[in-house]
Structures are given as C-alpha cells and as structure tokens.
C-alpha cells in the first residue's frame, strides 16, 4: 500500500501487510536513519500492534510525526479490508 503523509518531512510510506503482519515499510523523504530504524523495528510486526505503539507520536511542535503517519495509515489499511 502507498500513503501520501501530511504534515511530515517524509512525503509518502509504502508497506505491506501479509497475515496481519507489517512488512517491508520504507519512506519517501524524511530522516533517512530514523525511519530506516523505524521501519526495522516494525518489520513483522502486528499491525494493531503498530498502531498501539506509534499513534499520537508528535515531532517537535507539528500534531504528527512519521510514526503516527504510519499508524494512520495502517488504519485506513483496516478501514479498507473491513470495508
């Protein structure tokens, strides 16, 4: 899946999701070392989980950061499997 962020230096993140696990996550933009570190600690893992972990992460005075971008997006993911 691709997600165009708002509100972050990184300007989109593609994953997949395969048996309910996080896979593959990479991001157009942004700090390149954090989200590479990021994106290897979310590798595998449960996408509610995920969600859990990183939703409501603010970077400095922005209401977001690239981790709550990914949990958005994991979340309209959901949305759109439970559609």
């Not at 603010?58 to 977001?64: A, I, Q």
Request: net charge neutral; hydrophobic share 35%.
């Amino acid at each position: 899946m691709k997600y165009k962020t708002n509100g972050t230096c990184s300007r989109e993140i593609q994953f997949e999701v395969v048996d309910g696990k996080l896979h593959g996550v990479s991001y157009l933009g942004g700090c390149n070392g954090n989200l590479q570190g990021l994106s290897a600690l979310v590798e595998g893992m449960d996408i509610h989980e995920a969600i859990q972990r990183l939703k409501g992460i603010k970077c400095g005075m922005k209401g977001t950061s690239c981790p709550d971008q990914l949990a958005t997006a994991l979340e309209q993911y959901l949305a759109t499997q439970n559609a």
